[in-house]
């Protein structure tokens, strides 16, 4: 069965804790267990957001000072560092269980070619480089709404407006930057992904939606001044890919019906049918639910929403919110 997992920024760099690398570290080591049980028996992709970490690499540079990274250049940064992370610490518990083996395990593992995968012997562990394509008519370059980076004061939001031509929005009483957030077109790197899992890797990929990029009027790749949504395309990519499994991780057990109101109730099972007919919160599961929806109207696998934690009761559809046609 091929699984692609959507590991969410936040799940990464949690809200009100130290947003270090070595606390991320550490959230990641939590779940690497887990997802080293479903490789045991699955083709597994993990894609991840990156939201926290690009907030983290904004307040980093001084606008005052040398230029702003563009958004497709901090794209790639948080790529390269949230894979190499995960990519660590899941080679790191795979040395942890190795180790755990008998030398007659280790012995018979080896003289049968065999790849133990749950039990800790050595597995191909890859993170690509990944880039989303858009289209640079996507009506969602007129209407930025995606918020990026630190909040400032008024004076600081004028200058930086002034400046570099960004758009501001109220958040929380503060201004803060608001980007573009087209929908992915394609992601570019299907087919090595692929290759990657036929050849037996486990795949890090498509981070925070993916780099975005668009054809220039010569039909050149350029990068943009976006920032995509994580779910859309992980579930675009998964469609692409033709996975039995798109698993939306979140920190809430399942989407609610009524959600904010004393009905409020868990949606275990659903049709896209059902849920389209919902009233689902932007701010809430809206955007999950969408995606899981998208995914499987396109490819007909099955989309579940719900707890990292419950990440094989997920999959097995014991738990979370599962949506099928």
Excluded at 257 to 265: C, E, H, V
Aim: proline share 5%; with cysteine; charged share 25%.
């Amino acid at each position: 069965m091929r699984v692609v997992i959507g590991v969410g920024g936040n799940a990464i760099a949690p809200r009100g804790r130290p947003n270090t690398v070595a606390d991320q570290r550490a959230q990641i080591r939590q779940v690497c267990g887990t997802l080293l049980d479903v490789a045991a028996t699955d083709e597994l992709v993990i894609t991840h957001g990156n939201g926290p970490q690009v907030g983290m690499l904004a307040l980093q540079r001084d606008p005052g000072g040398s230029a702003p990274l563009p958004l497709d250049v901090l794209g790639a940064e948080t790529q390269g560092m949230i894979g190499y992370l995960i990519e660590t610490e899941l080679r790191n518990e795979m040395t942890r269980r190795s180790r755990a083996l008998t030398k007659q395990q280790r012995a018979q593992a080896h003289r049968e070619g065999e790849v133990i995968r749950s039990g800790g012997a050595r597995r191909l562990v890859t993170t690509v480089l990944t880039l989303a394509e858009v289209s640079l008519d996507d009506p969602a370059f007129a209407h930025p709404t995606k918020f990026v980076g630190p909040v400032y004061t008024r004076e600081q939001a004028e200058a930086l407006a002034a400046e570099h031509g960004w758009a501001f929005a109220d958040d929380g009483g503060h201004p803060r930057r608001v980007v573009p957030s087209p929908r992915p077109r394609r992601i570019i790197q299907v087919d090595s992904t692929k290759q990657l899992l036929a050849a037996g890797h486990i795949v890090i990929c498509t981070g925070g939606g993916g780099i975005p990029i668009a054809r220039d009027h010569k039909g050149y790749y350029v990068g943009v001044e976006a920032v995509l949504d994580k779910d859309t395309s992980s579930a675009l990519f998964a469609a692409e890919l033709k996975a039995d499994v798109l698993v939306l991780a979140t920190d809430a057990d399942a989407v609610m019906a009524d959600w904010g109101t004393p009905r409020a109730r868990p949606i275990r099972s659903a049709t896209v049918a059902e849920l389209e007919a919902m009233d689902l919160a932007e701010g809430s599961m809206g955007p999950k639910v969408r995606a899981g929806c998208d995914f499987v109207a396109k490819h007909g696998g099955r989309a579940v929403i719900g707890r990292l934690s419950e990440l094989e009761k997920l999959i097995a559809g014991t738990a979370g919110t599962s949506i099928t046609r």
